[in-house]
């Protein structure tokens, strides 16, 4: 049964810092992992897709890598500012007819300014 | 493309009373699914669609719980004779197609609290 984890789950840091959350995952075949961004009272924003046959993936301060073999995935995000503050979280599918998804808890980002 | 609308974004109701939600995807996308996301939780699956096909449930999906997806469009969600329990947000997702390089899109959600 596939379980995701993510750590921290909060973590607070001043504006300009570059930053890693990490996604842990215990079935390592999964199809592929995408990462949301979810602002309080709001739905989920996808940040990026990592297929399963990728290393990483990036888009503008973000960039999100794959170890499928680890079964870790990490978002990095760089010079973090405070509109970045958010929740973060990662999602893996299981079940190849279906793709549902399982979702870790999140890591609660706040930068401050 | 508009995205995933949900309506309504907020419902209040009373205990033992019936609610229903509705979910727009993304046109042309075939795949729709339903999650529900409690305070300081991920989203945890509930049903989803292929088509008008509802091809899985949850067993977070009592019998309580219908979902329909009429001519493969829309759906609605339903639950009936609400506890206080189902407080939660209810999250609408849609994708094109199922694999590895089709992303799920997730609307605002709606957020259910039951008095």
């Known amino acids: 049964k596939q379980e995701v984890t993510q750590i921290p789950a909060a973590l607070s840091v001043p504006e300009g810092e570059n930053l890693v959350l990490n996604c842990s995952f215990t079935?390592?075949?999964?199809?592929?992992l995408q990462w949301f961004r979810q602002d309080p009272g709001k739905g989920l924003t996808s940040l990026l897709l990592?297929?399963?046959?990728?290393r990483e993936q990036t888009s503008g301060r973000l960039n999100a890598s794959l170890d499928k073999s680890s079964g870790r995935s990490t978002l990095y995000i760089a010079a973090s500012q405070p509109g970045d503050s958010a929740t973060y979280l990662c999602?893996?599918?299981?079940?190849?007819?279906?793709?549902?998804?399982?979702f870790g808890t999140g890591t609660r980002l706040k930068v401050l300014a | 493309d508009t995205g995933v609308s949900q309506d309504p974004r907020h419902k209040i109701t009373k205990r033992g009373q019936n609610v229903t939600f509705r979910c727009d995807p993304i046109?042309?996308?075939?795949?729709l699914y339903w999650y529900r996301q409690t305070l300081g939780q991920g989203p945890e699956f509930l049903t989803y669609?292929?088509?008008?096909?509802?091809?899985?449930k949850s067993r977070l999906l009592s019998d309580r719980f219908s979902a329909e997806r009429p001519k493969g469009s829309f759906s609605t969600l339903e639950i009936q004779r609400t506890e206080q329990g189902d407080s939660a947000m209810y999250l609408c997702?849609?994708?094109?197609?199922?694999?590895?390089?089709?992303?799920?899109?997730f609307g605002p959600g709606t957020r259910l609290t039951v008095t």
């Open positions: 669609f292929q088509n008008e096909a509802q091809l899985e």
């Open positions: 046109s042309e996308h075939n795949r």
């Open positions: 997702a849609s994708s094109l197609e199922a694999g590895p390089s089709y992303e799920q899109y």
């Open positions: 079935d390592s075949a999964i199809y592929n």
């Open positions: 999602a893996a599918p299981v079940d190849s007819g279906t793709y549902k998804y399982i």
């Open positions: 990592i297929q399963s046959s990728q």
